[in-house]
Structure formats: structure tokens, C-alpha cells
């Protein structure tokens, strides 16, 4: 059977082409990705993001079928935009559903941030100004101030998989300031992935986005070393001794 080390069950928004995509291309051998949609959310509205909570306990219904080891709501706003009650809420929703431990992309965000100790990052979204001030009140209820933020301002989710990984380098660089001891680049549908290397390397400070983060918490569950090497320090942290035990406390206390 394919998943002999560890089954990933992630759930996207319908119109997410971007984060299944990364899973997979990153997943180790003997890991597998079994993927849900939850419908809606395409207009990133307030509206459509509550109603992905709903929808997402039908996506984790069909992949409960496949005993997954984890679970991915792999949202970031859709996670974050009602705060962290919000959050554990839906943690403890898809849980029940599947039996398994439920990794959000907020949580995640929140997680990695606090596992490295900063309190003050820059971050980078597509979002309209709306979420921009949900993301900055979530991270300043787990102590994490938002220095500056850059935004490439769209509300069509779909559109945000077209922005190039080009262009996210760009936006990093221009909008980080010193006081920032990280960035994080927000929204499961951004191709972020690609960059995190060079960014830390040129920018000399860790950089992590909502797929990687996902990850890292979602391997980290399983206890899970992926050996994944060319995706941002965060995801090498892995490799270090006692790295999964360290990142599942963190979701066991989220």
C-alpha cells in the first residue's frame, strides 16, 4: 500500500491549484497525499470563508476513508479569519471526523513562528485589506507583532495561483525591514516554496510560507523525517534530533 510511513489527508479549497501540487511534489517515498476539496471560497469574502468551515466536515467525511495519519485544512484564511477559537474549533471538528491529528495553515503559521521565538515578522499576502487585519490580529493573540505587510491585494483566490514565484521573491524583498526578525508569506495557493532558499540567503533571516509551514507541522505530526533539503530551514529542521517530538508538542498545545 502506497502511505506505509505516513498518509496525508489534505483538504484544499475547490479552487486551490497550488498546495496539492507542492505536497505531493515534496512528499518522501512511503508518504502519500490523499486529497478533498471544500467548496467555495474562490471570492475570499467573509461570507465564503466562514461557510469553508462547514463544508470542510463534508471533505474530511470522504477522506476519513483513507485512515489518514494527519490532517491538512489547508486554508490559511479560512483557518485564521475568525481567531484562534475559530481555529481550534475546526481542529477539533475534523479530528473527530477522521480520528486523526488536525494541522490547520493557521496554526501552523502560528506555530513555526512561535517554535523560533520572534515577535516582530513582516509578512506577504495576495489578500484584500479586510483579511490583511485578521491575519495581524491572530498572530498578535499568540504575541507576534506584525512589522510591515505587503499585500498583492486581490480577492479572486483562483488568480492568487497565478502569481509568479518571480514575483513573490520581489515582494519579500521590497517590503522587509530590519526590525523583522522573519517573514512569512501567507495563502496556501502562493508558489512560495520556490523562493525560500534564495530569500533566506539574500535577506539573511528565516522566511516560511503557508504550504511549508503546513508541512512541517503536518510531518512533524506523524513523526516523519521528509529529508526535505531545498525547501526553506524550516522544513531541515526536521532532520534534527528530537525536531518531531519538539513540533508536536506544539500542536498538541495549540
Same mark, same amino acid.
Given at each position: 500500500?502506497?502511505?506505509? #510511513?505516513?498518509?496525508? &489527508? ?6 486551490? /491549484? ?5 505536497? *505531493? #511534489?515534496?512528499? $518522501? ?11 467555495? &471560497? ?41 481567531? $484562534? ?12 471526523? /477522521?480520528?486523526? $491529528? /488536525? ?33 495581524? +490580529? ?34 519579500? #524583498? +521590497?517590503?522587509? /525591514? ?12 502562493? #508558489? ?11 535577506? &539573511? ?10 508541512? *512541517? ?38
Amino acid at each position: 500500500m502506497y502511505g506505509w #510511513r505516513g498518509r496525508i &489527508g489534505l483538504l484544499v479549497p475547490s479552487i486551490n /491549484t497550488t498546495m496539492e501540487t507542492e505536497f *505531493w #511534489r515534496i512528499a $518522501p517515498a512511503g508518504v502519500s497525499v490523499h486529497v478533498a476539496r471544500i467548496a467555495g &471560497g474562490r471570492h475570499g469574502t467573509p461570507e465564503e470563508l466562514r461557510n469553508m468551515e462547514s463544508a470542510s466536515k463534508h471533505a474530511a467525511s470522504e477522506i476519513a476513508m483513507v485512515e489518514p495519519d494527519v490532517v491538512v485544512y489547508g486554508c490559511t484564511s479560512g483557518s485564521f479569519f475568525e481567531g $484562534p477559537a475559530w481555529n481550534k474549533k475546526i481542529c477539533e471538528q475534523l479530528t473527530a471526523i /477522521t480520528k486523526a $491529528p /488536525t494541522v490547520t495553515t493557521a496554526g501552523a503559521m502560528a506555530a513555526c513562528l512561535t517554535a523560533g521565538g520572534y515577535k516582530k515578522v513582516d509578512v506577504v499576502t495576495p489578500y484584500v485589506e479586510v483579511t490583511n487585519e485578521r491575519l495581524k +490580529q491572530f498572530v498578535k493573540a499568540h504575541g507576534i507583532d506584525v512589522v510591515k505587510l505587503g499585500t498583492f491585494d486581490m480577492l479572486d483566490m483562483f488568480d492568487h495561483a497565478k502569481i509568479e514565484p518571480g514575483e513573490i521573491y520581489a515582494k519579500v #524583498r +521590497q517590503i522587509t /525591514t530590519p526590525e523583522a526578525e522573519a517573514v512569512f508569506v501567507a495563502c496556501t495557493q502562493l #508558489r512560495a516554496l520556490e523562493v525560500l532558499d534564495m530569500l533566506e540567503r539574500d535577506l &539573511g533571516k528565516p522566511v516560511y510560507s503557508a504550504v511549508q509551514a503546513s508541512a *512541517w507541522q503536518a510531518y512533524a505530526a506523524m513523526g516523519v523525517d521528509p529529508g526535505i533539503k531545498n525547501c526553506g530551514s524550516l522544513l531541515r529542521k526536521l532532520s534534527e534530533p528530537g525536531a518531531q517530538k519538539k513540533a508536536a508538542k506544539k500542536l498538541r498545545s495549540a
